[in-house]
């Protein structure tokens, strides 16, 4: 097991105890408690939440499925392969509950390569990348570790996704992270998982250690924060480590957006990630 069970903090854990002393049948609102706090990544809440949910109201199938999908946000595939089994048959028509078993499937097949600090997951088609891939991070792995002031408390898993089963490389990657076939991305990280497309089954090229890179940053910066990092702080750092000089869609992008005051302000910021209107605005 790569990441530790998920501890919880006591205010909260108070506050849901308060709630089920009142109302003991709190089924419908612990998962919208847990669905809210997960978005924020306050993972361990959201978990409490959940189980609070199903220990109350066993037959309803949304916590089942928001346990199952956290799990698989948190790297516990065990977890999340037999909570994602006990979602599906309380609710066989979910489709991201369907795709995400499915990954776990694949995952399942994958060759899983261990070093002190990461494990890679890859397919046979990856295998050679998989051993550049650790080599590679155990080297950046000081170097970031020094340069934050934080290492992480546990080994932080890596999973490549190639073309498989009819689908692209991109589509399984997407499943991984949303349980969807699609994300504007080629890498994503949870700030405990990190998952990617494969460079050798992408439709354009792309420097795999730049992408590796930027997101083990995240992992290093959500976790010293306890997941509290503003979405922008944490991708500028991520952005800044990687190196590099800045590309040329930016600049132009500041050549017309600066004179037209069509630019963002740190309270806009976090939002535009989240829900950019258009590529440029990802940008």
């Known amino acids: 097991q790569v990441v530790g069970p998920i501890s919880c903090q006591r205010p909260l854990c108070a ?4 709630c089920s002393a009142s109302n003991p049948p709190t089924g419908d609102v612990c998962p919208r408690l847990g669905s809210v706090l997960e978005s924020r990544r306050r993972f361990a809440e959201a978990e409490l939440s959940y189980r609070q ?14 346990l ?3 799990s698989m946000r948190v790297g516990r595939l065990e977890d999340a392969s037999r909570l994602l089994d006990d979602a599906f048959r309380a609710d066989p028509f979910h489709v991201r509950v369907s795709n995400m078993r499915k990954v776990i499937s694949l995952l399942d097949e994958y060759a899983t390569l261990s070093t002190e600090h990461f494990v890679v997951r890859v397919s046979a088609a990856d295998r050679v990348l998989g051993h550049y891939m650790v080599e590679y991070l155990e080297e950046i792995y000081p170097q970031l570790v020094e340069q934050f002031g934080y290492e992480p408390p546990h080994r932080t898993p890596f999973e490549v996704f190639h073309n498989a089963r009819g689908l692209s490389a991109h589509q399984w990657f997407s499943a991984r992270m949303v349980g969807l076939p699609w994300v504007q991305t080629i890498g994503a990280s949870t700030g405990i998982v990190v998952a990617l497309s ?6 354009r ?4 250690a730049r992408v590796v890179k930027h997101e083990f940053v995240h992992v290093i910066t959500l976790q010293q924060t306890g997941f509290k990092i503003p979405h922008w702080f944490t991708e500028a750092l991520a952005v800044i480590a990687e190196g590099g000089t800045q590309p040329l869609e930016w600049s132009r992008l500041l050549r017309e957006r600066v004179p037209a ?4 302000t740190l309270e806009t910021l976090n939002d535009a990630f989240a829900r950019p209107t258009s590529p440029e605005d990802w940008q």
């Not at 109201?57 to 499925?65: G, N, W, Y």
């Not at 090229?205 to 795999?208: E, L, Y």
């Not at 005051?261 to 963002?264: G, S, T």
């Open 15 to 18: 506050a849901v105890g308060a």
């Open 53 to 66: 949910a199903t220990a109350v109201m066993p037959q309803l199938a949304e916590p089942k499925t928001a």
């Open 68 to 70: 199952g999908m956290l």
């Open 198 to 203: 494969s460079p050798s089954a992408s439709s």
């Open 205 to 208: 090229p792309f420097n795999w």
């Open 261 to 264: 005051r069509e630019l963002y």
